[in-house]
C-alpha cells in the first residue's frame, strides 16, 4: 500500500502510530510513503498514484473515507489569514475555500510555517475560529481516505482511535526541534487537534460543502 504522508506537525500522532504499530518487516516493505504538502497529497491520491492519505475536505466528497480526520474546534492556530490582497496558500485546498466561505479577504497560510507565524506573536484571524464562531461548529481540514485496501485502511483508524494520540516526550522533542519550536510549545499545539469524526463533525462538512458550492457557483457567474 501505498501511503500519502503529509509532514505537518498535526499528523505527528498518526505518524508516530504508524511507526510503532508496524512492527513487522514484511508490513514495512509493503507500507510504502510518498511525502508532500496537502494539495500535492490531493492530485497524486486523485491520479490513483498512492492507495490512502489524509485528504483535503473539500477534494474528499466523493471518496471513501474512514472516520479519521484533522479536526479543531475552535482556534487551531495553524491555518491563519494575515492582513494582505487576497492570496491563496498552494500547499492548501481546504484552506483556501475556507476563507472564501466566510468572506474573507487576505493571504492563506498554513501549516507549520503558520503555527510558527503565531507563536512569533504577530497578528492574524485562525480560520478555524471564525467558522466555530459563526457556525458553532468543529472544522475538518482533512479526511483519512482510501482508493484500495479499505480493511487495511478502517483498520489502522480502529486501532488508532482506540490507541489514543499520545506521543512520547523524546519524540516530540526530535519533532519540535525540526521546526524550530519548543516541545512545550508542541504540546500545546497538538491540543487542539483531534482526530475522531463524529456527528458533529459530519454537520460541518455538510454544511461547509454546501457553502463552499455557493462560492464556487458565484466565482463561475461574475
Request: glycine residues 4%; charged residues 30%.
Amino acid at each position: 500500500m501505498i501511503f500519502g504522508s503529509i509532514a505537518y506537525l498535526n499528523l505527528l500522532p498518526f505518524a508516530f502510530y504508524l511507526k510503532r504499530s508496524i512492527r513487522n518487516n514484511q508490513e514495512r516493505q509493503i507500507l510504502q510513503y510518498r511525502q508532500g504538502v496537502p494539495s500535492k497529497i490531493n492530485q497524486l491520491f486523485k491520479k490513483r498514484t498512492i492507495d490512502a492519505a489524509f485528504i483535503s475536505s473539500i477534494k474528499s466528497q466523493r471518496c471513501r473515507c474512514s472516520n479519521l480526520g484533522i479536526i479543531a474546534d475552535g482556534a487551531v492556530y495553524s491555518v491563519l489569514l494575515l492582513k494582505s490582497e487576497q492570496m491563496f496558500d498552494g500547499e492548501s485546498d481546504t484552506s483556501n475555500i475556507l476563507s472564501q466561505v466566510l468572506g474573507l479577504k487576505g493571504k492563506v497560510i498554513i501549516g507549520d510555517k503558520a503555527l510558527r507565524y503565531y507563536l512569533s506573536g504577530k497578528e492574524a484571524t485562525d480560520l478555524s475560529l471564525v467558522w466555530k464562531q459563526k457556525t458553532k461548529l468543529p472544522f475538518v481540514f482533512a479526511r483519512l481516505c482510501f482508493n484500495k485496501d479499505r480493511k487495511r485502511v478502517l483498520k489502522l483508524a480502529k486501532r488508532f482511535h482506540k490507541r489514543g494520540s499520545k506521543v512520547p516526550f523524546r519524540y516530540l522533542k526530535k519533532e519540535a526541534s525540526k521546526r524550530d519550536i519548543s516541545v512545550k510549545e508542541l504540546q500545546w499545539y497538538l491540543k487542539h487537534i483531534d482526530y475522531t469524526i463524529g456527528k458533529r463533525e459530519e454537520q460541518s462538512l455538510k454544511l461547509f460543502f454546501r457553502k463552499a458550492k455557493q462560492v464556487n457557483k458565484v466565482s463561475r457567474d461574475s
